[in-house]
């Protein structure tokens, strides 16, 4: 019984960390796509972007149809789907097609997530045992994000980067027979109601439009109708979303959790958060590969002990961080070493892309901060709601971090080549960064001294 548990574990857990590979892994291979295709870093970023805004945009649905279909339908699902779409992005002939198939990868990776932490969840019903899985679990995400960059280099120059893909195959084919074979057959849902997909569909064509308007920012004087056009329907359509969300009786997201500041200053340090870290590696990659001339290979060599530090700090330091100070200090911390890393990365660039510079910011980001950021974050955005609402309220931050990644990438590669210098990376664009990161220490640094206020004033 404990050997089919632990199977059953693994089998969610490894499904976990492909999708969260496959976030990392394509970022020290983007300037291998974008040499092939003979694309600009405005156009590779496309990659990215509809990934992770996909990803983020149906990860509410992806939850509702677990509970609805079922955890081992959608689980197989959105590895099948992966598994298929992987398969296209490794054969695509070009980038419309790449980008087509990574769109799908997104959409099959929020199937995957909710279904995969909901089979964790009722495999393992005593409470002790569950939380030792759920940290088991949680450690494959954290591991497969922290080595995509090392594995992401090193498959690219020795296979090229096609084999990023090809290599999700034999591992999601392994797993979608074990989970075929050990997973117990879906139970009928109890709850029959009606749920609103449509608000969430509309949700997503929102995000995308936009992502896109951003995106096309940089040519406002020739697209200026257009850009008006896409405000203009981003704007009625995000009012239609509102009033549905208000009038429906079983809304795809409950508006009373908006009524918790804590959650609120949550979601908003996560889309930061998010626009900030995706920025950052995708900043990361181009400036060891196209201006400082490593191999893919040996730029995620590099980065391959701040991985470790990573696994090593959220194990044994973390834990203790969190005992000795509160989650609020432990946010502020974690975003200032976020600033940190961000003014490393400018002090680098500022003298001539000194190497020990950009592994202090590596180190204060992907090293620290993130492990930090992402854990205090976490415990913020279901704080102040009914313990009935957490589900919800996790979930709505990870789409607040992806979505966040996807627009300020966006944003973000308006001013990536605007170097008069000849170089990839722009001082305007790491200025963008720590616009990002300033702005998300600020938001907690604000919420924080706002309550000490109020507490000073009520005990007056």
């Known amino acids: 019984m404990i050997q089919r548990k632990n199977l059953i574990l693994a ?11 496959d976030i990392a892994i394509v970022n020290l291979a983007i300037p291998s796509i974008q040499s092939q295709y003979g694309l600009t870093s405005d156009q590779v970023q496309w990659v990215q972007t509809l990934y992770v805004l996909l990803y983020g945009g149906f990860l509410i649905i992806g939850g509702k149809l677990t509970d609805l279909i079922g955890k081992k339908k959608i689980f197989m699902t959105g590895c099948l789907l992966f598994l298929l779409t992987s398969l296209g992005a490794g054969f695509s002939p070009g980038l419309e097609y790449l980008v087509f198939f990574r ?19 009722h495999t393992f019903t005593d409470s002790s045992e569950r939380s030792r899985a759920i940290a088991v679990f949680s450690s494959f995400a954290a591991i497969g994000s922290g080595s995509g960059l090392a594995l992401g280099g090193i498959i690219t120059t020795h296979m090229g980067w096609h084999w990023i893909f090809f290599l999700n195959v034999p591992v999601l084919l392994i797993v979608i027979l074990l989970a075929w ?3 117990r057959a879906d139970e009928p849902a109890k709850d029959t109601s009606k749920t609103d997909f449509l608000s969430g569909f509309l949700l997503v064509l929102v995000l995308l439009m936009l992502s896109y308007g951003v995106h096309e920012l940089g040519h406002i004087r020739e697209k200026a109708w257009l850009i008006a056009g896409l405000g203009i329907v981003v704007l009625l359509m995000s009012r239609a979303i509102l009033k549905r969300l208000k009038e429906k009786s079983l809304p795809l997201i409950d508006l009373s959790l908006f009524r918790s500041r804590e959650t609120v200053t949550g979601f908003g340090v996560f889309i930061l958060l998010g626009a900030f870290f995706t920025g950052y590696m995708f900043v990361l990659s181009l400036l060891l590969q196209q201006d400082m001339h490593f191999s893919a290979a040996k730029a995620g060599l590099y980065l391959v002990p701040f991985s470790l530090l990573s696994a090593a700090f959220a194990k044994f330091a973390l834990p203790l961080v969190i005992r000795k100070f509160t989650i609020w200090q432990t946010a ?3 975003m200032t070493l976020m600033v940190m890393g961000a003014g490393f990365l400018m002090a680098s660039v500022f003298f001539g892309h000194n190497l020990p510079l950009l592994l202090c910011s590596a180190a204060c980001v992907s090293g620290l901060g993130m492990t930090i950021c992402y854990t205090s974050l976490s415990v913020i955005s279901i704080m102040g709601i009914p313990v009935r609402h957490h589900g919800l309220a996790s979930s709505l931050a990870s789409t607040a971090y992806f979505l966040g990644g996807g627009i300020g990438l966006s944003l973000l590669t308006l001013f990536i080549n605007h170097d008069v210098t000849g170089h990839s990376v722009s001082y305007a ?8 990161t300033l702005s998300g220490l600020g938001w907690l640094l604000k919420y924080v001294t706002t309550v000490r206020s109020q507490v000073i004033t009520a005990s007056v």
């Not at 664009?429 to 990002?436: D, F, M």
């Open 103 to 121: 769109a799908l990868q997104g959409i099959g990776a929020a199937l995957i997530m909710p279904s995969a932490f909901a089979i964790v969840t």
């Open 181 to 183: 074979y050990l997973l």
């Open 429 to 436: 664009a790491i200025t963008v960064l720590c616009i990002y």
């Open 332 to 334: 502020i911390m974690g």
């Open 11 to 21: 089998i969610a857990s490894v499904g976990i960390f492909v999708e969260a590979l």
